[in-house]
């Protein structure tokens, strides 16, 4: 039950950026195989906290994706301050009901960002760490 849980809030996640901002988001088993950049949304942990109604908590993160190159531009730091405030748009969605995917979602945080590189794959990654309490 948690990986549908975690399923549907990385859907639910995809929407609410995707509906706010001009870049492609995926969820973590979709298709990475396109070019940066990109985000992604990870639910890496669905815990359920009380049986009795499917209440979970459910951490991951947003990750950012871009060409290593590019990582210094303002362009990109601009990109990056658009997802810090998408999020913080989405964190005043505490309540929310998706009954298409029977999701509520009733608690979303985020933390500060890290960023990370790959030389090997000349990517930049910035992560936000998330945490939502979900019945679902």
Same mark, same amino acid.
């Given at each position: +039950?948690?990986?549908? $849980? %975690?399923?549907?809030?990385?859907?639910? @996640?995809?929407?609410?950026?995707? %509906?706010?901002?001009?870049?492609?988001?995926?969820? %973590?088993?979709?298709?990475?195989?396109?070019?940066?950049?990109?985000?992604?949304?990870?639910?890496?942990? =669905?815990?359920? +906290?009380?049986?009795?109604?499917?209440?979970?908590?459910?951490?991951?993160?947003?990750?950012?994706?871009?060409?290593?190159?590019?990582?210094?531009?303002?362009?990109?730091?601009?990109?990056?301050?658009? /997802?810090?405030?998408?999020?913080?748009? /989405?964190?005043?969605?505490?309540?929310?009901? #998706? &009954?298409?995917?029977?999701?509520?979602?009733?608690?979303? #945080?985020?933390?500060? +960002?890290? =960023?990370?590189?790959?030389?090997? &794959? %000349?990517?930049?990654?910035?992560?936000?760490?998330?945490? @939502?309490? $979900?019945?679902?």
């Amino acid at each position: +039950m948690a990986d549908s $849980v %975690s399923d549907k809030v990385e859907a639910w @996640l995809v929407e609410q950026l995707q %509906s706010r901002l001009p870049l492609t988001f995926l969820p %973590s088993k979709g298709d990475t195989d396109i070019e940066a950049p990109f985000g992604v949304v990870v639910i890496s942990k =669905s815990e359920e +906290m009380i049986a009795d109604i499917d209440l979970y908590t459910c951490t991951g993160g947003i990750v950012f994706i871009s060409h290593t190159d590019d990582a210094t531009s303002q362009e990109h730091k601009d990109k990056v301050e658009s /997802i810090r405030i998408a999020l913080k748009e /989405i964190r005043g969605l505490e309540g929310e009901l #998706d &009954e298409g995917r029977a999701l509520h979602v009733h608690g979303f #945080d985020f933390g500060g +960002m890290k =960023s990370n590189d790959s030389e090997e &794959e %000349s990517a930049h990654a910035d992560t936000f760490p998330i945490t @939502l309490g $979900v019945t679902g």
